[in-house]
């Protein structure tokens, strides 16, 4: 009797050992298909960039190689900024071409932006805004649109948040709020998963047409006069376009974050107009010599530049505190934006 039970015993300990065998190599086969459908999935889904090249989009190319390889740039002239980049020649407005390079995205990003001058804005960005969204409804394709402040009320610029009030005073504010609302509307509709990325004022390494280095550093380089506009006593707030890149390509690869507003990572704490002026000049051992341009001297400068006349309508941004707030970005994500001491460094540092 004893010796059937120790045969049994036997049986039943070979048995479990065989089924304990088989169901730990069916868990390895489950746990590798799983990771392989990941990295599949990661690597290789295909991220669009329209309008690459800008501010933004250059930076947000190289941010999206932690996403995927698979990144297409698109653009008049798109050029590579990684190696395996496809680039796709379009005008935005073209709308069989545009159809063409949002097909086979999972993420676009609208990072495009067109001529300073708010009657070129009136009639390019509600066509190109529209021809996005349907393409990338076409395409069930997610949509990143990289947005501004100028929507924001006046008289509300102390200190922004994503609730701010849009109520816009300028030409280009108008423009921009209709774009942001025509884009959350779909989302409101259920036809379209999007989210609106803004940003403050913003400098960085490389950046040609921002107005504090174009004003500020690129002045002091030259020997000249920094130049500031209305007043040097107010705060504002500028975002750090690294930043801003890497931030943009965090919020387009993670799902919970669309169909809602995000501030892009900013500094806290804005310097002054002299102390940007300062900050710059200490780092660049110059001369923190300024002129402040008022608006009746923009004004005149209109009458013969059409910039200048083009900027009079957003002076308002400067005669009052502009403080931009991201703190529901960096809570959300854990993310410390570059300090403006550090920002300004690596402008220098880059040239």
């Not at 990289?146 to 300028?170: C, G, H, Q, R, W």
């Not at 705060?235 to 943009?248: F, G, N, R, V, W």
Request: contains cysteine; positive net charge; glycine residues 6%.
């Amino acid at each position: 009797m004893a010796i059937r039970i120790k045969f049994a015993s036997s049986i039943q300990k070979t048995h479990y050992k065989k089924f304990k065998k088989r169901f730990l190599n069916s868990l390895l086969q489950i746990v590798f298909i799983f990771v392989i459908t990941i990295f599949i999935t990661k690597t290789f889904i295909m991220q669009t960039i329209l309008g690459a090249g800008g501010a933004i989009g250059t930076d947000l190319a190289k941010e999206l190689t932690a996403y995927t390889k698979e990144i297409r740039l698109v653009g008049r002239n798109p050029k590579k900024v990684n190696e395996t980049d496809q680039l796709f020649t379009c005008d935005l407005m073209d709308k069989e071409k545009l159809f063409k390079a949002v097909e086979g995205s999972q993420v676009v990003y609208l990072t495009a932006g067109f001529p300073y001058k708010a009657k070129v804005w009136q009639q390019t960005w509600p066509l190109v805004m529209q021809k996005v969204i349907d393409a990338c409804k076409t395409h069930n394709s997610k949509l990143v649109f990289i947005d501004n402040m100028y929507m924001y009320d006046p008289d509300k610029l102390a200190f922004m948040t994503e609730d701010t009030p849009v109520n816009p005073s300028s030409k280009k504010g108008k423009v921009r709020g209709e774009i942001a609302n025509m884009l959350m509307d779909e989302v409101k509709a259920g036809n379209l998963q999007a989210l609106i990325a803004r940003s403050a004022d913003f400098y960085g390494p490389g950046i040609n047409n921002s107005v504090l280095l174009e004003t500020v550093f690129k002045n002091m380089q030259k020997g000249k006069k920094a130049n500031w506009f209305c007043s040097v006593e107010k705060k504002h707030s500028y975002t750090y376009t690294p930043d801003a890149a890497k931030a943009t390509a965090i919020l387009g690869n993670d799902d919970k974050a669309y169909n809602q507003v995000w501030h892009l990572p900013t500094a806290g704490n804005p310097l002054t107009g002299k102390e940007w002026i300062e900050a710059f000049a200490t780092e660049m051992n110059a001369s923190p010599k300024t002129m402040v341009v008022g608006k009746t001297m923009i004004q005149i400068l209109g009458l013969f530049n059409s910039m200048m006349k083009e900027f009079v309508e957003m002076l308002y941004q400067y005669d009052r505190d502009y403080v931009f707030d991201s703190s529901k970005f960096e809570k959300a994500y854990e993310f410390k934006p570059t300090s403006y001491e550090e920002g300004i460094k690596q402008v220098i540092q880059k040239g």
